[in-house]
């Protein structure tokens, strides 16, 4: 007797899926799971170390300042440390859209909306909390899918708040570099769909090692993995090397 097994239509999952989230594919549903049960008793931006309340309102720092998006200064908003476009390039529904992607008036569309319309290994990676944090929704939108670079010469984009933006290129506060370090890493050995460039790599494995991570960050990195499913090995390597 042969047996035969039906396979149902589904999104595309390539062979060379993530290896890294693969319980979750709600963008919305990861920033409320980071909000009620990773951030709960330590609701503080990432980049400005500004407080923010249980509706996401923050309190910005004495002399912060922004000029522009200046109405998404007052809220935090959950960024992509590795931004989604610069791993969503990698897709073919991002470059060119796919036949999923019409609106109700016909017209086709790409990019984010058509990557996470149409390939459940995109969502994947787009709800990956290890690569989410909270930002004042102003620096989130300054810093765009720039690269992370040493910029010394370059004066603070913020005021008060040391962040670097210069050209296509940002210095982030050195009390962040340890973890943005460790989140590149993640999300290149994670997902075979993003490799980082030579300099961006160097420099990252440089801040891995220069920057040991926080007893927050250790804390962080273990709530996510008991709600997600996968440990970010990279970071929880360097929180035993430290003793966290």
């Known amino acids: 007797m042969r047996f035969f097994i039906l396979l149902a239509p589904c999104l595309y999952l390539s062979s060379a899926s ?10 919305n549903k990861a920033k409320r799971m ?19 309340d249980e509706k996401g309102n923050i309190h910005l720092p004495a002399g912060f300042e922004t000029a522009t998006n200046q109405r998404r ?13 610069n791993f969503g390039r990698n897709f073919k529904e991002w470059r060119e859209g796919a036949p999923a992607c019409v609106d109700k008036r016909g017209k086709t569309f790409k990019a984010r909306h058509c990557a996470e319309k149409a390939n459940l290994e995109y969502r994947y990676m787009q709800a990956d909390m290890h690569n989410l944090v909270p930002a004042i929704g102003a620096v989130n939108a300054a810093r765009q899918n ?3 670079a040493l910029l010394p010469h370059a004066p603070n ?3 008060s708040c040391p962040v670097k933006i210069e050209g296509n290129r ?19 050995a994670e997902y075979p769909r993003y490799k980082m460039g030579k300099p961006q790599n160097q420099l990252m494995q440089a801040w891995n090692k220069t920057y040991p991570p926080t007893p927050w960050e250790c804390t962080r990195a273990r709530r996510i993995a008991k709600i ?5 090995k990279i970071t929880e390597t360097r929180c035993k090397e430290v003793g966290l």
């Open 18 to 27: 993530a290896a890294g989230n693969t319980t979750n594919d709600s963008f």
């Open 34 to 52: 980071l909000s009620t049960k990773v951030y709960w008793d330590h609701q503080v931006t990432f980049y400005c170390a500004a407080p923010y």
């Open 73 to 85: 200064a007052s809220k935090i908003e959950w960024e992509h440390v590795v931004p989604a476009e």
């Open 146 to 148: 720039y690269n992370f």
């Open 157 to 159: 984009t913020f005021g």
């Open 170 to 188: 940002v210095e982030p506060p050195e009390s962040t570099r340890g973890m943005i370090a460790r989140t590149y890493l993640y999300m290149q």
């Open 228 to 232: 997600q499913g996968n440990m970010n």
